[in-house]
């Protein structure tokens, strides 16, 4: 029997704290998921996927987890739907110390989590991620 690699389900969470400019044909948001998805697809021969639900808060301050993509996403980690999260920078996913560290634990619970963007990223060896 082959031993295969597992791809590597990964989602991408992005947020931006107003609604100013979101009707625009290109937002932050997107600017943030394809820096993201760039990251992914360098991670393509360690069989990174990127998975195509889009995880987006835009309009939502970063001060509580109260917010409906992160809500979302949270609920297919804990389903073992998500292996990695990818995000352009921490503050995207909270900018309050308790919720990061609720939602860092959520993370490890299921082994997912990593950051890329101006912040540099943190990885699993698991899933084999270059370092920066």
Known sequence: MENE???IRCAIYTRKSTDENLDAEFTTLD?????CENYIR?????????LPDRYDDGGYSGGDTNRPALQRMMADIRAGQIDIVVVYKIDRLSRA???????QMEFE???????????GH??????GADDA
């Open 122 to 127: 943190q990885h699993l060896d698991e899933f």
């Open 31 to 35: 600017a943030q998921r394809e820096a």
């Open 109 to 119: 619970k299921k082994r997912s989590f990593l950051c890329v963007g101006d912040a």
């Open 5 to 7: 690699v597992k791809q």
């Open 97 to 103: 110390i308790i919720d990061f560290g609720e939602l």
């Open 42 to 50: 360098s991670q393509v021969s360690k069989k990174w996927q990127i």
